[in-house]
């Protein structure tokens, strides 16, 4: 596992725009994939966006065009662009990593959270 720190969270106006950030206690290389998720009060916790070691991004349909995750491996950091945001957006942000290993036949996947970094979005 990697230690990981969002940053970048606040209030923001609906149609506005945020700039959430990862930063990673080790190398995000060595990571399956990275990402964002959310979880908003009384709701489970739901996938944003992920960006593969080969740089490979997805996006639930109902955020396509409008969330964009990236990264820098130099810096260690992931970002999550956030556009036109609303008031349904507003949750806290969650930055994942994902590892898989291999061996003795046996597949395991460890995850990796940060603390969280709160959006909220008013109208």
């Known amino acids: 596992q990697v230690l990981l720190a969002e940053s970048g969270g606040g209030l923001v106006q609906a149609g506005g725009s945020l700039r959430l950030s990862c930063a990673a206690a080790?190398?995000?290389?060595?990571?399956?994939?990275m990402g964002w998720y959310r979880q908003a009060p009384g709701k489970q916790r739901e996938w944003v966006a992920s960006?593969?070691?080969?740089?490979?991004?997805d996006y639930p349909d109902s955020l396509k065009g409008r969330f964009t995750i990236s990264r820098d491996n130099a810096d260690n950091t992931v970002y999550l662009q956030m556009n036109n945001l609303t008031p349904e957006d507003t949750a806290v942000y969650y930055c994942?990593?994902?590892?898989?290993?291999?061996?003795?036949?046996?597949?395991?996947?460890?995850?990796?959270w940060g603390q969280g970094t709160q959006v909220t979005v008013f109208s």
């Open positions: 960006i593969t070691r080969g740089g490979t991004t």
């Open positions: 080790g190398n995000i290389i060595a990571a399956n994939s």
């Open positions: 994942n990593a994902a590892f898989s290993t291999y061996s003795g036949g046996i597949i395991r996947r460890d995850d990796s």
